[in-house]
């Protein structure tokens, strides 16, 4: 059975700019949840899609948003970037346990 | 405010060394503790679940146990190969928690032979 998967395994924008991120999750699981993981604070909940809904989002400004797909694949958009977004951006999806991908390294310059 | 702490941050044990990760949690009502493994650059992989206090759960050289306010992780005859930052995460009870994991900062595990 597929796993999580995440593209672009890697990202690299400059200050500014927009960035979208992807996420696969494992067949029959509809739910999609997104962290961040920056250097040296751990993995931060970033927010949550179910059946097409965001259901919780964590303590991070609007610019972070995202969607949720029919097919359940979800896309995490993070606009205006500022340098301290540079993180890993996991992706986990689940029934109940979260099964998470291998992330998103991004890069702002 | 919920919270997860573990320790040590980091942990050098030789091959065959036995040892435990502690965490420690506050939370307004536990719904369930969650053990990862993470391997450099990669995600988090699923290791364990614990509901309620007293629950145990081993797999290979690893097992997990709960009480009230802490979990631990306890590692017997470690190999090379069980090198990783180990993560603990919580979820609670409550409209603004659900669907959360909220994260300890891990213990890095460096085994050597």
């Known amino acids: 059975e597929a796993g999580v998967t995440q593209s672009p395994t890697h990202l690299i924008k400059t200050r500014g700019q927009q960035a979208t991120l992807r996420c696969s999750p494992i067949?029959?699981?509809?739910?999609v949840y997104w962290y961040q993981q920056a250097l040296g604070l751990g993995l931060q909940f970033l927010l949550w899609?179910?059946?097409?809904?965001?259901?919780n989002r964590g303590n991070f400004p609007p610019r972070f948003s995202g969607r949720q797909f029919p097919n359940y694949s979800s896309e995490l958009n993070v606009n205006a970037l500022e340098l301290e977004d540079s993180a890993l951006y996991l992706c986990?999806?689940?029934?109940?346990?979260?099964?998470f991908g291998p992330g998103t390294r991004l890069t702002v310059l | 405010e919920d919270q997860v702490t573990q320790s040590p941050e980091a942990l050098r044990l030789q091959e065959g060394e036995s040892s435990s990760l502690n965490c420690s949690y506050t939370?307004?009502?536990?719904?369930?503790l969650f053990w990862y493994r993470q391997d450099p650059g990669k995600g988090p992989e699923f290791l364990f679940t614990?509901?309620?206090a007293g629950e145990e759960k081993e797999k290979e050289r690893l097992k997990a146990t709960l009480t009230k306010k802490e979990s631990f992780l306890h590692i017997t005859a470690p190999k090379p190969e069980d090198s990783a930052t180990y993560l603990c995460?919580?979820?609670?009870?409550?409209?603004?928690?659900?669907?959360?994991?909220?994260f300890g900062q891990g213990t890095t595990l460096q085994v050597k032979p």
């Open positions: 986990a999806s689940s029934l109940d346990t979260q099964y």
């Open positions: 067949s029959g699981h509809t739910s």
């Open positions: 899609y179910d059946e097409g809904e965001e259901r």
């Open positions: 939370v307004s009502g536990l719904r369930g």
């Open positions: 614990l509901y309620s």
């Open positions: 995460a919580v979820q609670a009870y409550g409209s603004g928690n659900t669907g959360k994991l909220i």
